[in-house]
């Protein structure tokens, strides 16, 4: 496992017991973290004050349960319309105005629960000595926002000022105390009025732009933005409130447009005639497909993996309740009404009762959807080992499984590109590629008789680009046509959609759009469960659901319980 693997699993791990924390604090259960930010639904959440963005390489997890207290409280306490109607422009009021509504919440801890005032205590004083030993206070700003943080946070929660910092702002402190008096002294009495205290807390973010845009004046500063600059610079926490925070593993390169509601977005296909859906066994002559099963099954057998002992694990996993059938005439259990004339013929008769047989059921359809992108090539092998495993074990264990691959025809775009340059090339032609949707194994095929087919994952001229949603939504349409209770897809993929040709003639972010609003719309339908498998890769800018995996050395046993775990919920979201 490399270390950036390692770090991942435990970022997540974190992430898990940081957003469980929340969900209880707050009472809100749609609540999870997804590309290390903090969402609700599909909505990704405010990034709140300076001092709730620890880093794995700087904090320890009593930070981290600081940070989680904190973000429950200013969602239990906090009304973000209001505060976003009131927050101010400038962006050091706006930093400002964002500490002292935190300072309000965490102010406000239930009593009954002192272990949530004593983390929140905690990442608040690390936090500080970080700005200490960053050298964040060595510049006018610095200190000033670091005085008045530390002045308003001792007022509105009771506690002291960090013996550290005390040296620190005893200058500027003293300096500015005649200044802030009466509103300090308004923000403790108002704690419990969040719109009373906000008119506090604008006078003191007033109060700092005014005493910075003096101090600029009189240095001869004239340039604003000039000065904006050098203020980020010797701070190093002037917060982008709108950026995202820094991944532990490599994320996906997904693009920076969100809002899929936009009317104005529209997936089109320039031509549909040459997209083709292919069966795997068609790819390769006979010999040429025996040949690719000997060289699959010889590395599998080198895995030493035990394929029964999966499918239990499987079967276990994944089985659901079956009511069956009534069994009558029994000594316990309902009344059987059809028996009570036993009482008076019989009375000693005990048989009167009827139970339910309950017997397990594995009512699932397993679909893996594997990305035949050219930079998936180098993992094929190891991947087409793993869907081959898991669909012998999960057909033991009695689930439906499907093997699907996606590709192109062509590379950037063959004959619906050409049609489009004989067209006159017209503005937002849509996708300009012929899509290949493969067949490697269907529902109704066993396993054995499709060891072959599966086997063409292995050939290499299959791999060109990737058009991701529309593979989604073909696999999710097969998936559908079955009448199982659950249905779960699986796609396995090393990066975003691209094709090149598709890319040049519309939004270069045309179908990375497209995959996003798919996977939304499927997921609030609720009739399939979308999993994303990363090979080396964070998927979560696509994927609630998701799980990077390391194909660095092959494949490993410990990819299979990844896995395991992604079913079983025990996953980053």
């Not at 079955?482 to 890319?503: E, H, K, N, Q, Y």
């Amino acid at each position: 496992m490399t270390s950036d693997q390692a770090q991942a699993r435990y970022q997540q791990q974190v992430e898990e017991l940081c957003a469980a924390s929340i969900r209880a604090i707050s009472g809100e259960p749609d609540l999870h973290f997804r590309s290390r930010r903090l969402h609700r639904g599909q909505q990704a959440l405010p990034l709140f004050a300076p001092h709730l963005q620890p880093s794995l390489e700087d904090d320890d997890f009593a930070s981290y349960r600081g940070v989680s207290d904190g973000i429950a409280l200013r969602l239990l306490y906090s009304d973000a319309v209001l505060h976003r109607e009131l927050s101010p422009v400038d962006a050091v009021e706006r930093w400002l105005f964002e500490f002292i509504e935190q300072c309000r919440v965490e102010g406000s801890s239930p009593n009954d629960m002192p272990g949530i005032s004593s983390n929140l205590r905690h990442r608040f004083e690390a936090w500080s000595r970080q700005l200490q030993e960053g050298g964040a206070i060595d510049s006018d700003l610095g200190v000033l926002l670091f005085t008045i943080v530390h002045m308003v946070r001792s007022r509105v929660t009771g506690e002291p000022i960090p013996e550290p910092a005390e040296g620190d702002i005893e200058l500027t402190r003293g300096a500015i105390a005649p200044f802030l008096g009466h509103a300090l002294s308004g923000l403790r009495r108002e704690r419990f009025d969040q719109a009373a205290y906000a008119r506090h807390a604008l006078e003191i973010c007033g109060f700092a732009s005014k005493t910075l845009h003096a101090a600029e004046d009189a240095e001869g500063r004239v340039k604003k933005d000039a000065a904006n600059d050098q203020r980020k610079r010797h701070l190093g926490l002037l917060l982008d409130f709108d950026a995202k925070p820094a991944l532990g593993i490599a994320s996906v390169a997904s693009g920076e447009k969100t809002d899929l509601i936009d009317a104005s977005y529209s997936y089109q296909v320039f031509s549909r005639d040459y997209d083709k859906v292919l069966q795997g066994a068609t790819l390769a002559r006979p010999e040429v497909l025996a040949k690719y099963r000997e060289q699959l099954d010889r590395r599998i057998a080198l895995q030493s993996i035990n394929v029964a002992q999966l499918a239990r694990r499987l079967k276990v996993l994944l089985s659901l309740p079956l009511r069956d059938r009534w069994q009558d005439e029994q000594e316990e259990g309902r009344i059987d009404g059809r028996h009570l004339a036993r009482l008076i013929t019989s009375p000693n008769e005990r048989r009167l009762f009827r139970s339910e047989l309950i017997e397990s059921s594995t009512d699932v359809m397993a679909s893996f959807l594997i990305d035949c992108s050219g930079s998936m090539k180098q993992h094929i092998e190891s991947t087409a080992m793993l869907v081959d495993v898991f669909a012998r074990a999960l057909e033991q264990a009695g689930a439906e499984t499907e093997l699907l691959g996606f590709t192109t025809g062509a590379w950037n775009g063959g004959r619906p590109r050409r049609e489009w340059l004989r067209a006159g090339r017209p503005e937002n032609p849509g996708r300009l590629n012929e899509t290949w949707h493969i067949v490697f194994k269907d529902a109704e095929t066993p396993w054995r008789r499709a060891r072959r087919s599966i086997a063409a994952l292995l050939k290499a001229d299959l791999f060109r680009e990737g058009i991701d949603g529309e593979a989604v939504e073909w696999a999710c349409g097969r998936m559908l046509e079955r009448p199982v209770r659950r249905r779960m897809l699986f796609v396995i993929s090393d990066g975003c959609p691209m094709d090149g040709a598709t890319s040049q003639a519309n939004d270069e972010q045309y179908l990375d759009l497209h995959l996003r609003e798919v996977i939304a719309r499927i997921d609030a339908a609720g009739q399939v469960q979308i999993f994303g498998i990363g090979v080396g890769l964070d998927l979560s800018p696509y994927y609630a659901h998701c799980q990077a995996v390391d194909f660095t050395h092959g494949l490993s046993n410990h990819v299979f319980q990844e896995i395991l775990g992604l079913m079983a919920g025990r996953t980053h979201r």
